[in-house]
Each structure stands twice: as structure tokens, then as C-alpha cells.
Nanobody, 120 residues
Framework: QVQLAESGGGSVQAGGSLRLSCTASGYTYNMGWFRQAPGKEREGVAV????????HYDNAVKGRFTISQDVAKNTVYLQMNSLKPEDTARYYC????????????????WGQGTQVTVSS
């Protein structure tokens, strides 16, 4: 089981941008980002397949967020633009052998999370 470490969270005003990074301790087949706001269930944000680079986004972030990867560094990024107050949440990196598991909200490994706060 790989270890995942996120970084890059912070506070920003609405309309601003942030980039999150997640580095894995070893090779991962597929990686993704999830988020959980206080009092809400965890929800998937984006998934990227290590082999081929295919991506999947939640409708709430399509066109604003971009997931990318540096396979050589075992690192995945989440570029978040046009941030909205409703994007405020703790963002978690996750990895899974099967991409469909990530899309369904299941993962083999989880990071500790990084806080993103968007003010209006």
C-alpha cells in the first residue's frame, strides 16, 4: 500500500486559483482527488489513469479544475481555477489499482488531506 502526501492547500478569494499536489511513495495505477466539506459526505472530484492519462471529472468542477500527473515523480496535481465558496473543503488524494473504484469513491490508499478555503 502506497503512502500519499498532499500539499498546496490554502485560503483564496472567490475567482482565485490553487494547485494541489500529491506524491505517492511508489507507483500507483490510478490516482484521484476527493473532497469533504463539514457536514457533507465525501465526493469525488477528479481521477487520472496513470497508464494513458485518461481523466474523469465531477460535473461540479468540469471546466474549472484540471488533473494532471508526472509519472516519473509519482505525483498528481489538481489545478483549481475560478474557485467558488462551495469548493471549500478538505481535499484528499487517493490511489487505486482499478480506476472504476476511484470513480465510485473507493480507494486502496488515502492521503491525510489538505484544506482549501474559498471566501466570497
Amino acid at each position: 500500500q502506497v503512502q500519499l502526501a498532499e500539499s498546496g492547500g490554502g485560503s483564496v478569494q472567490a475567482g482565485g486559483s490553487l494547485r494541489l499536489s500529491c506524491t505517492a511513495s511508489g507507483y500507483t495505477y490510478n490516482m484521484g482527488w476527493f473532497r469533504q466539506a463539514p457536514g457533507k459526505e465525501r465526493e469525488g472530484v477528479a481521477v487520472i489513469m496513470t497508464l494513458g492519462g485518461g481523466t474523469h471529472y465531477d460535473n461540479a468542477v468540469k471546466g474549472r479544475f484540471t488533473i494532471s500527473q508526472d509519472v516519473a515523480k509519482n505525483t498528481v496535481y489538481l489545478q483549481m481555477n475560478s474557485l467558488k465558496p462551495e469548493d471549500t473543503a478538505r481535499y484528499y488524494c487517493a490511489a487505486a489499482r482499478v480506476a472504476a473504484d476511484l470513480i465510485r469513491g473507493r480507494a486502496d490508499s488515502w492521503g491525510q488531506g489538505t484544506q482549501v478555503t474559498v471566501s466570497s
